[in-house]
């Protein structure tokens, strides 16, 4: 169980951070359907808030999809959400759905394996942290990202976004122009949580550009973005699109960029749970694993 095991990973996590000279927070990788990556990362989750208050926590959520593994996904997704919104910095909502979409539509992989979703999942994850981990011109690091995307402190589920999507193993053939790579950034398909962003309006933006990039051009285009769509951005807080450049660009590709978005429609995740959640609830479906658990 659970929380038996947490005293010993706690002692693990104090060891690594007491060999830490700067420690800038953490970084949590789970799912929110299995009981394990529900139960036992976010019981994980508030220990360590616990033990290190003062040290930001990121968590890289995988939320259920339509399709699903396990019936009680909507308990645990339900349960756990409401340990993020406590207990989180910052909330990446990934959705397998999504990411067989992009799969399957942009790369075009008829039959996507497990490694094929992590391989975008990881991308992503290196987008996020390129700045903790390469000197770069327009630098942030992981508590500035908050300081610039989380209006309000419980609104800290982003949904994030990649360019160029390229298959595992395979080259982008020809290389992309900031405008190209900005468009892709932006778009509804390139987006790794099931909820369509023109649906809701954007309270926040951040955008990460890494490679050969003129940090002018970017900022430029980013400038366009915002004036060409007013309308999805939220007129109350200003200047909401942050950028980030880092010079040294990922492996066999040129330019890449990483997206970041705090959108008013990453409510259709929740609701969708929620509506699952209901359907059950009301029938007391289930509800014995866990009040027998206590």
Not at 208 to 218: I, L, P, T
Not at 270 to 276: H, L
Request: aromatic share 10%; proline share 4%; with cysteine.
């Amino acid at each position: 169980e659970g929380a038996e095991l947490v005293d010993s990973v706690m002692d693990v996590i104090r060891r690594e951070a007491e060999s830490c000279d700067s420690l800038q927070g953490f970084q949590i990788t789970h799912s929110l359907g299995g009981g394990t990556g529900s139960g036992m990362g976010t019981l994980l989750i508030s220990k360590i808030r616990e033990e290190f208050p003062d040290r930001m926590m990121a968590t890289f959520s995988v939320m259920p999809s339509k399709t699903s593994d396990t019936v009680v996904e909507p308990y645990n997704a339900t349960l756990s959400v409401h340990q993020l919104v406590e207990h989180s910095d910052e909330t990446f909502c990934i959705d397998n759905e999504a990411l067989y979409q992009i799969c399957q539509n942009t790369l075009k992989l008829s039959q996507p394996s497990y490694t094929d979703l992590n391989n975008l999942v990881s991308s992503v994850m290196s987008g996020v942290t390129t700045s903790l981990r390469y000197p770069g011109q327009l630098n942030s690091d992981l508590r500035k990202l908050a300081v610039n995307l989380v209006p309000f402190p419980r609104l800290h589920f982003f949904m994030v976004g990649y360019a160029p999507l390229t298959a595992a193993g395979s080259q982008s053939f020809r290389s992309l122009t900031v405008p190209e790579l900005t468009q892709q950034m932006f778009d509804a398909k390139n987006m790794m949580a099931a909820a369509d962003p023109r649906t809701g309006r954007y309270l926040t933006v951040a955008a990460f550009f890494r490679g050969k990039v003129s940090v002018k051009e970017v900022e430029d285009e980013m400038h366009k973005v915002q004036t060409r769509n007013s309308s999805y951005f939220v007129e109350w807080i200003p200047n909401n699109v942050q950028t980030a450049v880092c010079s040294v660009a990922p492996k066999g590709l040129e330019m890449a960029g990483t997206f970041i978005g705090n959108s008013t429609s990453i409510q259709e995740l929740f609701k969708r749970v929620g509506d699952q959640f209901s359907a059950m609830f009301k029938r007391k479906a289930f509800l014995h694993w866990y009040t027998s658990e206590g």
